[in-house]
């Protein structure tokens, strides 16, 4: 599974980072704490997130993170959507807020035996 | 190999350059990914603290050929009680960087948690010294 499957599935909204639209997809994570992210994202995952700074995109590089998924329609920051551009890796947003858009993302993995 | 960065203080939209520029730099070296991953945590939560917490600070990094050397220095507040410092949840960060989702009080701990050896010495109004020391094995 690829990101742009789940731009596919979930009607999500690309901000920036469409160069990464192929990065794989291992997994999710969902936290609004960096150092847990920091700490415990594991490279391939999507991010599940309310903040939208650039330090966001610095923990998504330096973590390989597959792409970052806003909720509840928050966008990125202009600086933060220029290092998704730089770096390739998708910021993506939905209306949906993160419960929801958790419980979707981990039943279409445990649909394909992804988590 | 050695080298250095320096840090300023507040400035929240440099955080992760330095842990950045040293990733690409171990992967050039051919350090495992999985001993990458451990060093560029530890990295960028000492970067984030000098940021978060302290005027400017340095990184000296020393790359052995058993280890990695993490050396950081800091102008600063100082850490006043670093065994409490040290706990999971405890921080002293401010409201503005914890809306960000800094101030956790998890940096440490995931320093901790991903090198062999962590030293701290810290004076108040002056400034705090970590080392952290990761092996290549």
Do not use: C
Not at chain 1, 3 to 24: A, H
Not at chain 2, 32 to 58: D, S
Request: proline content about 2%; aromatic content about 6%.
């Amino acid at each position: 599974m690829v990101v742009s499957d789940l731009v596919e599935q979930f009607g999500l909204v690309t901000y920036s980072g469409g160069e990464g639209m192929d990065r794989q997809v291992s997994g999710g994570y969902a936290s609004d704490l960096l150092s847990d992210v920091m700490g415990n994202a594991l490279e391939g995952q999507v991010w599940i997130t309310l903040q939208t700074h650039k330090n966001v995109m610095a923990i998504a590089s330096l973590k390989d993170l597959a792409a970052v998924i806003l909720v509840k329609d928050h966008a990125p920051d202009e600086d933060a959507a220029a290092q998704s551009d730089a770096e390739g890796v998708p910021i993506l947003g939905t209306s949906r807020q993160t419960f929801e858009m958790v419980g979707e993302l981990y039943e279409l993995f445990r649909a394909h035996e992804i988590v | 190999m050695e080298f250095d960065y320096q840090i300023t203080g507040g400035d929240f939209s440099s955080a992760g350059f330095a842990s950045s520029h040293l990733k690409k730099i171990l992967k050039q070296l051919g350090i495992q990914p999985r001993l990458i991953k451990k060093i560029v945590i530890a990295m960028y939560e000492a970067e984030v603290n000098i940021v978060a917490h302290a005027w400017q600070g340095w990184i000296h990094v020393r790359i052995e050929p058993q280890a990695i050397r993490l050396e950081i220095q800091d102008q600063g507040p100082g850490i006043e009680d670093i065994e409490r410092a040290m706990e999971d949840g405890y921080s002293t960060a401010s409201e503005e960087v914890r809306e960000m989702g800094f101030g956790a009080g998890m940096g440490l701990s995931n320093i901790k948690n991903n090198s062999d050896d962590l030293e701290i010495t810290s004076t108040v109004n002056e400034g705090t010294e970590l080392t952290i020391i990761k092996k290549f094995q």
